[in-house]
């Protein structure tokens, strides 16, 4: 089936780091989305991305999608203890949505 | 904004009973709904795809008899798995689609233990 493969699989930082996480597809996508998901929740969207090689900020979020159509990074700046959390990226064709594997954030103390 | 609003939160059933999950989406009409499964670490993987009044469309490898959904209204969706067993125990989450690119919310999913 359709796979999207997310990178890191786990990343353990120092608060106030920048952190950069990316996805990649064999197949392009129309759309590319940006998920947080916390213990025992859905996931929340952060980010929506419509247009190859469109870079789109939210606070301290920033995500591109690729000129491809076949990937997307997010950047998170400055990271804060709230940030911890899974992170997933998406990819939208036709009426579905595809999750990668997410990206698992930890911030030591 | 649009609000999902997904129960019961958790639930603990013995083997062989059924438990129905509901969807339920506030001030917006959901006429697509998609459930998902995901299990301890792992990805959201869509399990089916409702829109309102018709029959679910089924992933591959999803059986369409042991998860029965229903989604007679704009407004509910309901997912039921039948016949339990603890294979089937997983966090399962509602995904209600609104007009426009953006429009994909999620409930706050259902943790299933099946004992």
């Known amino acids: 089936g359709q796979q999207l493969n997310q990178s890191p699989q786990s990343m353990f930082i120092q608060e106030g780091e920048d952190v950069s996480m990316n996805c990649t597809s064999s197949s392009i996508f129309n759309t590319w989305l940006w998920y947080k998901q916390d213990p025992g929740e859905g996931p929340v969207l952060l980010i929506a991305?419509?247009?190859?090689?469109e870079l789109t900020s939210n606070g301290r979020l920033t995500a591109q999608f690729g000129i491809t159509r076949k990937d997307s990074f997010l950047n998170i700046s400055a990271s804060i203890p709230s940030d911890v959390g899974i992170y997933f990226c998406a990819g939208r064709r036709d009426d579905k949505i595809i999750f990668g594997k997410g990206t698992r954030l930890h911030i030591l103390p | 904004g649009a609000v999902v609003s997904q129960h019961p939160s958790w639930v603990i059933c013995k083997s062989g009973t059924s438990v129905k999950i509901e969807c339920r989406s506030l001030?917006?009409?959901?006429?697509?709904m998609f459930w998902y499964r995901q299990f301890p670490k792992q990805s959201l993987m869509l399990m089916a795809t409702?829109?309102?009044?018709?029959?679910?469309?089924?992933e591959q490898g999803v059986e369409k008899d042991k998860f029965l959904i229903n989604h007679a209204s704009l407004t509910l969706s309901t997912l039921t798995v039948t016949s339990a067993h603890p294979e089937d125990s997983s966090f399962y989450i509602c995904?209600?689609?609104?007009?426009?690119?953006?429009?994909?919310?999620f409930g706050s999913g259902t943790r299933l233990t099946v004992v």
């Open positions: 991305l419509y247009k190859a090689g």
């Open positions: 995904s209600g689609r609104t007009t426009g690119l953006e429009g994909y919310t």
């Open positions: 001030d917006f009409q959901a006429t697509t």
């Open positions: 409702s829109n309102e009044g018709s029959k679910a469309t089924y």
